[in-house]
T-cell receptor
Framework: KAGVTQTPRYLIKTRGQQVTLSCSPI?????VSWYQQTPGQGLQFLFE???????NKGNFPGRFSGRQFSNSRSEMNVSTLELGDSALYLC???????????FGQGTRLTVV | GQQLNQSPQSMFIQEGEDVSMNCTSS?????WLWYKQEPGEGPVLLIA?????ELTSNGRLTAQFGITRKDSFLNISASIPSDVGIYFC?????????FGAGTRLTVKP
């Protein structure tokens, strides 16, 4: 059974640009959540989607957005990139919202 | 949101020693999860706990879901060099999952 797949693995962008990250959950999983991980802040929750609906949102500015498609794949978008957006972005999938979550390998975003 | 309180922050131990780390919260959780993360990789799920008081083992790892539902601990017995990494606890309620800051484990051969 394939795990959670995140693409791309690495990304370098310049300030002011926008970026879209993709996450394909484990087959049969309907819940996808996104996290930002930085050395200083640890794992910070961005948002969670279940059956194409955003169920919860963390404390991030509106530049961070996401969506989930009917096949449960999810994308997150960051507009007007800032240097502080450099981080490892992790996606996790689960069958339901309250079951164990499995993480992808992450997308390492560097903003220069 | 409020993160969980995980301790210790780091541990330096000798191969063969046992390790214990714990997580506490001011909120109740329905599920407690323990993850291990190695450099450049995503967290890997080690143990999932679903019932208060539950004690679950996975090889040399043992974790417990606190009876108050506000805490959990993870024990690693007879540590080996490949146990090196950062261990995270997570508490989950439906669409809300919070993480501890992690315990960085170093094992000296």
């Amino acid at each position: 059974k394939a795990g959670v797949t995140q693409t791309p693995r690495y990304l370098i962008k310049t300030r002011g640009q926008q970026v879209t990250l993709s996450c394909s959950p484990i087959s049969g999983h309907r819940s996808v959540s996104w996290y930002q991980q930085t050395p200083g802040q640890g794992l910070q929750f961005l948002f969670e989607y279940f059956s194409e609906t955003q169920r919860n949102k963390g404390n991030f500015p509106g530049r961070f957005s996401g969506r989930q498609f009917s096949n449960s794949r999810s994308e997150m978008n960051v507009s007007t990139l800032e240097l502080g957006d450099s981080a490892l972005y992790l996606c996790a999938s689960s069958v339901w919202e309250s079951t164990e979550a499995f993480f992808g390998q992450g997308t390492r975003l560097t903003v220069v | 949101g409020q993160q969980l309180n995980q301790s210790p922050q780091s541990m330096f131990i000798q191969e063969g020693e046992d390790v214990s780390m714990n997580c506490t919260s001011s909120s109740i959780f329905n599920t407690w999860l323990w993850y291990k993360q190695e450099p450049g990789e995503g967290p890997v799920l080690l143990i999932a706990l679903y019932k208060a008081g539950e004690l679950t083992s996975n090889g040399r790892l043992t974790a417990q879901f606190g009876i108050t539902r506000k805490d959990s601990f993870l024990n690693i017995s007879a540590s080996i060099p490949s146990d090196v990494g950062i261990y995270f606890c997570a508490g989950r309620n439906n669409n809300d999952m919070r993480f501890g800051a992690g315990t960085r484990l170093t094992v000296k051969p």
